[in-house]
């Protein structure tokens, strides 16, 4: 069974900064595009950032690239990211995902389960 379990979500200010962890078990991502995708109120699921593992490929949506950072610990099978400058707009659920299509495809075949993330102006 394939686990993924998210952590370091919270409430933070304008220009702050978090780190998201998702940690994986149960199923072997490296030839595998994983990634961290969020979803608003109101708004459909999209992606973030995506990794393709073996390469250590990281792809990135216009509106987080230079802000955030995703590194994936093949030793501790976690998929990080890590969120600086934060905005009110990055206000949402973020979920980390596994065996996913493409590059930031929001088709993955594993979720977790969501961990908030509230920024405050």
């Known amino acids: 069974q394939v686990h993924m379990v998210e952590s370091g979500g919270g409430s933070v200010q304008t220009g702050g900064s978090l780190r998201l962890s998702c940690a994986t078990a149960?199923?072997?991502?490296?030839?595998?595009?994983m990634g961290w995708f969020r979803q608003a109120p109101g708004r459909q699921r999209e992606a973030v950032a995506t990794?393709?593992?073996?390469?250590?490929?990281?792809y990135y949506a216009a509106s987080v690239k230079g802000r955030f950072t995703i590194a994936r610990d093949n030793t501790k099978n976690t998929l990080d990211l890590q969120m600086t400058s934060l905005e009110p707009e990055d206000t949402a659920m973020y979920f980390c995902?596994?065996?996913?299509?493409?590059?930031?495809?929001?088709?993955?075949?594993?979720w977790g389960q969501g961990t908030q993330v509230t920024v405050s102006s």
């Open positions: 149960g199923y072997n991502f490296r030839y595998s595009h």
């Open positions: 990794i393709y593992v073996a390469y250590s490929r990281a």
């Open positions: 995902a596994g065996g996913c299509q493409d590059a930031l495809s929001t088709t993955c075949n594993y």
